[in-house]
């Protein structure tokens, strides 16, 4: 079956240290895992995704295929970065399954 | 491009009542999907499209139906609702890599 796993629910950090949300994923096949960002009463939009390996507003994330996750991490945390955080497994057939979110909270 | 709108924002029903949720998506993706998203429990995919004529159920379908003839619309109809089905809903449509999502509706059943 596949599953995304996101351990932390409620994730708090001061500004200006650093931040890492986990997701762990079981699938069977190939991979292809994303990171989406829900801002207060604003819709959920993509943050990044593996495949591209690219950095945005300063959050990265490395597939890690022997651990099965896909952390995002960011080395110095912005208040603005406060707001729920969906990893995503992407499967044949465009469906995607989310995991339970992370709610980040970035403390001045 | 509009993207991908949602209709209404908010509603409120009566248990048992039944209710359409509108999606439609100006992009001419194939794919488009509902989910509901409840606090702890994340995004749940409720029922999904790949194409015009063509659906298929979700992790929690019960209680919804959907259609879809057209590329462009995929109502969500609740036929008798619940207050199980108190939650935020949300429409998507997909091509490729990414998923672009509507504002959402916010629905209360008491």
């Known amino acids: 079956a596949q599953r995304v796993t996101q351990p932390e629910k409620l994730l708090s950090v001061f500004k200006g240290a650093p931040v890492e949300l986990k997701c762990n994923y079981s699938?069977?096949?190939?991979?292809?895992l994303f990171w989406y960002v829900q801002y207060s009463r604003q819709r959920l939009q993509l943050l990044l995704r593996?495949?591209s390996r690219e950095s945005i507003k300063g959050f990265t994330a490395d597939l890690n295929k022997g651990e099965t996750s896909f952390h995002l991490k960011k080395p110095f945390a912005q208040e603005e970065d406060s707001a729920m955080y969906y990893c995503?497994?992407?499967?044949?057939?465009?469906?995607?399954?989310f995991g339970t979110g992370t709610s980040l909270t970035v403390i001045p | 491009n509009a993207g991908v709108t949602q209709t209404p924002k908010f509603q409120v029903l009566k248990t048992g009542q039944s209710m359409t949720l509108q999606c439609a998506q100006d992009?001419?993706?194939?794919?488009m999907s509902w989910y509901r998203q409840d606090p702890g429990m994340g995004l749940r995919l409720i029922h999904y499209?790949?194409?015009?004529?063509?659906?298929d159920q979700g992790e929690v379908p019960n209680g919804y139906n959907v259609s879809r003839s057209t590329t462009e619309d995929f109502p969500l109809r609740l036929l008798s609702a619940a207050p199980s089905q108190t939650s935020v809903y949300f429409c998507?449509?997909?091509?490729?890599?990414?998923?672009?999502f509507g504002s959402g509706t916010r629905l209360t059943v008491v």
């Open positions: 593996h495949i």
């Open positions: 699938y069977s096949g190939s991979p292809e």
């Open positions: 995503a497994l992407k499967r044949p057939g465009n469906q995607f399954y």
């Open positions: 992009m001419n993706h194939e794919y």
């Open positions: 998507a449509s997909s091509l490729g890599q990414t998923v672009t």
């Open positions: 499209s790949v194409g015009a004529g063509i659906t």
